[in-house]
């Protein structure tokens, strides 16, 4: 896109540095390989933060680069240019070489930790500003992953309305016994919606497929191979990677995010504190009880700001991007 639109502009690019946040890829996919469009567009030289995790790849569009005669240096991992292009290709990072996407779990609450009130009211605890920011996040998501218990009691829609966007994000639905309604407000034309299930229930399969929706069976066992009646949410973000998801926005009810949480399924949490306490209510994640403080769940803040009048923090789970 970058060279179309210097040949629109009547500018040449030849013998002039490019600059990219990727190695450029030497195989056909949804486009042409970029290592040959820069070599045929007469670029000398190509700067690049990253060597690019697909094995696909992997160092050969620099080595196609190098034997057209284009000089190419990359940067050191350390390099704070590399840093911050990875952070920004991180779900691309995630899916090629741990197979998952990066998991990122939006949560709302008040301060003293509430997303909703005992008898489940929860609309609204934060503000608009932090509801269209929080769209925002939505909106570079891959899919945005929720439970039944969320489709049922609040029949959202889980698009992006509050901020613009080219595409809306894939849906993403937790259903054990496939109880998603046909007429569920999620079914929105032109996205996909997976929905994840334990129990076999073909007919209603076949009546949500009509719908447009991918019905998967992903039923989990315990550690003595016994069926547990719940989805296996492991299985369930390596068929996702299979599918090309690189970032999942999860946007859930307490019980799925402790049971991701659990699961050490967690890379991030994406979390709005509103400057107001509700008391009793339903918590961030259920999981637990733990036995001593030192199995909690260790978070790194990168970082924390004002959004109207709610604080938005950012928590990294230590480790989860050493890979």
């Given at each position: 896109?970058?060279?179309?639109?210097?040949?629109?502009?009547?500018?040449?690019?030849?013998?002039?540095?490019?600059?990219?946040?990727?190695?450029?890829?030497?195989?056909?996919?949804?486009?042409?390989?970029?290592?040959?469009?820069?070599?045929?567009?007469?670029?000398?030289?190509?700067?690049?933060?990253?060597?690019?995790?697909?094995?696909?790849?992997?160092?050969?569009?620099?080595?196609?680069?190098?034997?057209?005669?284009?000089?190419?240096?990359?940067?050191?991992?350390?390099n704070?240019?590399?840093?911050?292009?990875?952070?920004?290709?991180?779900?691309?990072?995630?899916?090629?070489?741990r197979?998952?996407?990066?998991?990122?779990?939006?949560?709302?609450?008040?301060?003293?930790?509430?997303?909703?009130l005992?008898?489940?009211?929860?609309?609204?605890?934060?503000?608009?500003?932090?509801?269209?920011?929080g769209?925002?996040?939505?909106?570079?998501?891959?899919?945005?992953?929720?439970g039944?218990?969320?489709?049922?009691?609040?029949?959202?829609?889980?698009?992006?309305r509050?901020?613009?966007?080219?595409?809306?994000?894939?849906?993403?639905?937790?259903?054990?016994?496939?109880?998603?309604?046909?007429?569920?407000?999620?079914?929105?034309?032109?996205r996909?919606?997976?929905?994840?299930?334990?129990?076999?229930?073909?007919?209603?399969?076949?009546?949500?497929?009509?719908?447009?929706?991918?019905?998967?069976?992903q039923?989990?066992?315990?550690?003595?191979?016994?069926?547990?009646?719940?989805?296996?949410?492991?299985?369930?973000?390596?068929?996702?990677g299979?599918?090309?998801?690189?970032?999942?926005h999860?946007?859930?009810?307490?019980?799925?995010?402790?049971a991701?949480?659990?699961?050490?399924?967690?890379?991030?949490?994406?979390?709005?504190l509103?400057?107001?306490?509700?008391g009793?209510?339903?918590?961030?994640?259920?999981?637990?009880p733990?036995?001593?403080?030192?199995?909690?769940?260790?978070?790194?803040?990168?970082?924390?700001?004002?959004?109207?009048?709610?604080?938005?923090?950012?928590?990294?789970?230590?480790?989860?991007?050493?890979?």
């Amino acid at each position: 896109m970058a060279l179309r639109d210097a040949q629109v502009q009547g500018h040449s690019v030849k013998g002039a540095t490019a600059y990219v946040t990727l190695e450029p890829c030497s195989h056909q996919g949804r486009t042409g390989p970029c290592c040959d469009a820069l070599i045929a567009a007469g670029i000398k030289k190509v700067v690049a933060t990253n060597t690019d995790p697909n094995p696909m790849v992997g160092g050969q569009g620099f080595e196609r680069l190098r034997a057209a005669g284009v000089e190419v240096e990359v940067l050191p991992p350390d390099n704070p240019l590399a840093i911050a292009s990875r952070e920004l290709n991180l779900g691309f990072f995630s899916r090629m070489i741990r197979k998952t996407p990066w998991v990122r779990m939006k949560v709302a609450a008040s301060l003293d930790g509430k997303t909703a009130l005992d008898n489940g009211v929860s609309q609204w605890i934060t503000a608009p500003e932090a509801r269209a920011d929080g769209h925002a996040w939505r909106a570079r998501a891959c899919a945005v992953l929720t439970g039944i218990g969320t489709v049922l009691a609040d029949r959202p829609r889980l698009d992006v309305r509050l901020v613009e966007t080219p595409r809306q994000p894939h849906v993403v639905v937790v259903d054990s016994n496939l109880q998603t309604p046909l007429d569920a407000p999620l079914f929105i034309a032109g996205r996909a919606v997976f929905i994840y299930a334990a129990r076999q229930n073909d007919t209603k399969k076949q009546a949500l497929e009509a719908r447009g929706a991918t019905v998967v069976y992903q039923p989990g066992v315990d550690a003595n191979g016994t069926p547990t009646g719940q989805v296996d949410l492991a299985a369930m973000l390596l068929d996702l990677g299979k599918r090309e998801i690189n970032e999942l926005h999860v946007e859930a009810g307490h019980r799925l995010n402790g049971a991701l949480i659990q699961a050490g399924l967690v890379d991030e949490l994406l979390i709005y504190l509103a400057p107001k306490l509700l008391g009793q209510g339903r918590d961030m994640a259920h999981f637990g009880p733990l036995r001593a403080l030192e199995h909690a769940l260790q978070l790194d803040f990168r970082s924390t700001e004002r959004v109207g009048p709610d604080l938005r923090i950012v928590a990294r789970v230590t480790g989860r991007d050493h890979f």
